[in-house]
């Protein structure tokens, strides 16, 4: 097994050819060189100073270090989101940006982002695999990694559980998905499914495959729509579908742009999707424990860099007043955090740091939250993905960076790469996430969501709550009415004013829950479909650190 430093080391010396084009910082050049070549360069070099710099050997960055004559102020960078670079045909220069936006920019980009033009999704052929001729797991990752030889040595290329275990694992997700619409929904509201990230449309395929052979009443109900921001997997999922379903709606369009209301009771899908969402950085200044906001510079030769500055960004200001009122700790010692004296000594001691490691925050993930409450008010929400991760770069919650080189995964130990060249994904602090979406999901809609729905009420009891009003009153009132305990004390959420339950009462829905992978599908797949000859099950053994939130 390599160290991390020697997988570093690996992905530098591979990565440094110039057709994966890593950031300047990070390349590396040949001790050995022929006569020719070397005859070549002194003539290139009599003929003037090149157009790119040449390569310099000392990149600390250390101020100790820096020539202030040749350091570039990034103060006089222009400062851009990944919105603005949406049109860029090249990674951009001389800007600096939130960290957010260069990851984001990094993988969404339409022209050089990763997803865009570099990322393929692990496909099996047709016919799923037979897991019953199949001896153990060796033999299974076996079956695995010949299937993955098939592959360019070059191509990005990863895996799902969708893909893998296809299509029981999809079957797992539908058997979810229906039971709850049976319970609460059918016959009176149509069954309708949103999924963000299908990747190839694999998991779509297997539910609505799954419903028309199950419960064929249920699919002639079934509204399914698939919001997708790669355009090469739109054609995908679309070619996919088409056949088979040709009810299926893809829209080409980020979920952070969605602006259509569904006022009807659905069910959202996010799977293996909010590890890529984008993350910032902030880092707490030891002193007075104040947050900094972290920016990615770029400068006039494409070097990167990272600056903090005191915080004034809304979204990341949401975020930590968000978790302030859930009472969520500060990845900071609670010595540190209780005692001034200690930091103050700490301080003094030579070349201590002043601020705090760095820290991701998922403030994308924050969106994605409120795009649900607001345009998705009765929306029952599935979202699977990773809970921790192993090679992550330095830092809290911080992500793993990665590349596929001849067949090989390596791992690096910085964001500051070639924007589009890396998978970037995060771990998922799923109780966190739980407490979050809760919270969110409480408080009222934004304003636009309002302009859209001006009869819902906002306010806890309506100014006529008699029973000889002659308007109907909010349900909100008689929601615990018959109740000694509060809806929070009864796992409920507070009702929607005007929507009842199944049974016709004001009941709120049933607050989200985490389970592990295992024991989402012991309670919804048919595991037998998926046991191997020895008794393993590789569905239930495998991705032991994915959970599901539902």
């Known amino acids: 097994m390599l160290s991390a430093r020697s997988r570093i080391s690996r992905c530098i010396s591979l990565l440094s050819r110039p057709h994966f084009g890593l950031s300047n910082s990070l390349r590396i050049a040949s001790f050995s060189i022929s006569a020719p070549a070397l005859a070549a360069r002194r003539k290139e070099r009599q003929k003037g100073p090149p157009e790119e710099h040449e390569d310099k050997w000392n990149y600390n960055r250390s101020p100790l270090f820096n020539s202030a004559l040749t350091a570039e102020d990034p103060s006089t960078f222009k400062l851009v989101t990944a919105n603005d670079l949406g049109r860029s045909a090249h990674p951009p220069r001389s800007v600096k940006m939130l960290v957010r936006d260069f990851i984001e920019d990094s993988l969404y980009n339409p022209n050089y982002g990763y997803f865009s033009k570099q990322a393929t999704i692990f496909d099996w052929d047709e016919r799923p695999v037979d897991f019953s001729v199949v001896r153990d797991s060796v033999?299974?990752?076996?079956?695995?990694?010949?299937?993955?030889?098939?592959?360019?040595?070059?191509?990005?290329?990863?895996?799902?559980?969708?893909?893998?275990?296809?299509?029981?694992?999809?079957?797992?997700?539908?058997?979810?998905?229906?039971?709850?619409?049976l319970l609460k929904y059918f016959p009176y509201e149509d069954f309708i499914i949103y999924?963000?990230?299908?990747?190839?449309?694999?998991?779509?395929?297997?539910?609505?495959?799954?419903?028309?052979?199950?419960?064929?009443?249920?699919?002639?109900?079934?509204?399914?729509?698939?919001?997708?921001?790669?355009?090469?997997?739109?054609?995908?999922?679309?070619?996919?579908?088409?056949?088979?379903?040709?009810?299926?709606?893809?829209?080409?369009?980020?979920?952070f742009h969605w602006g259509?209301?569904?006022?009807?009771?659905?069910?959202?899908?996010?799977?293996?999707?909010?590890?890529?969402?984008?993350?910032?950085?902030?880092?707490?200044?030891?002193?007075?424990?104040?947050?900094?906001?972290?920016?990615?510079t770029i400068d006039s030769k494409g070097e990167f860099d990272t600056m903090y500055t005191q915080l004034n960004d809304p979204l990341i200001s949401s975020f930590i007043e968000l978790r302030q009122k859930l009472g969520h700790p500060l990845p900071i010692s609670p010595l540190f955090r209780n005692l001034p004296i200690l930091r103050r000594l700490y301080r003094n001691l030579p070349f201590a740091a002043n601020l705090s490691r760095e820290e991701y925050i998922p403030t994308r993930l924050l969106n994605l939250l409120r795009t649900l409450r607001d345009h998705f008010p009765r929306h029952r929400l599935l979202l699977?993905?990773?809970?921790?991760?192993?090679?992550?770069?330095?830092?809290?919650?911080?992500?793993?960076?990665?590349?596929?080189?001849?067949?090989?995964?390596?791992?690096?130990?910085?964001?500051?790469?070639?924007?589009?060249?890396?998978?970037?994904?995060?771990?998922?602090?799923?109780?966190?996430?739980?407490?979050?979406?809760?919270?969110?999901?409480?408080?009222?809609?934004?304003?636009?969501?309002?302009?859209?729905?001006?009869?819902?009420?906002?306010?806890?009891?309506p100014d006529r709550s008699t029973p000889l009003a002659s308007s109907v009153q909010s349900v909100t009132l008689g929601a615990d009415f018959f109740s000694s305990h509060q809806s929070p004390s009864l796992n409920r959420r507070n009702p929607l004013d005007g929507v009842s339950s199944a049974s016709g009462l004001p009941v709120g829905e049933r607050m989200s829950s985490v389970f592990k992978h295992a024991e989402f599908l012991e309670t919804y797949a048919d595991l037998s479909r998926t046991v191997l000859r020895n008794g393993e099950n590789p569905m239930l053994d495998f991705y032991k650190n994915v959970k599901f939130l539902f």
């Open 195 to 255: 999924e963000i990230g299908a990747g190839n449309g694999t998991l779509a395929m297997n539910i609505l495959d799954f419903l028309h052979r199950h419960y064929p009443s249920v699919y002639d109900r079934t509204r399914y729509t698939i919001i997708e921001i790669s355009e090469n997997l739109v054609q995908k999922q679309r070619q996919k579908l088409r056949r088979s379903h040709p009810g299926v709606q893809v829209v080409h369009q980020s979920i």
């Open 384 to 461: 699977s993905d990773f809970s921790s991760l192993s090679d992550t770069i330095p830092g809290v919650n911080a992500p793993v960076v990665q590349t596929r080189v001849q067949n090989t995964m390596v791992a690096c130990e910085t964001i500051l790469v070639h924007q589009g060249a890396f998978d970037i994904f995060f771990p998922t602090n799923f109780e966190r996430l739980r407490d979050m979406y809760e919270y969110v999901l409480s408080q009222p809609s934004t304003e636009s969501a309002r302009i859209h729905q001006p009869y819902v009420s906002l306010d806890p009891i």
């Open 260 to 296: 259509t209301r569904e006022p009807a009771p659905c069910f959202f899908l996010a799977m293996e999707v909010v590890d890529n969402f984008a993350h910032d950085v902030i880092r707490y200044d030891l002193d007075t424990l104040q947050p900094y906001q972290g920016y990615v």
């Open 139 to 181: 033999e299974f990752d076996a079956v695995v990694t010949k299937r993955y030889a098939a592959y360019e040595a070059e191509r990005q290329l990863w895996h799902t559980p969708t893909e893998l275990f296809k299509p029981w694992y999809g079957e797992a997700i539908a058997q979810c998905l229906v039971s709850e619409y």
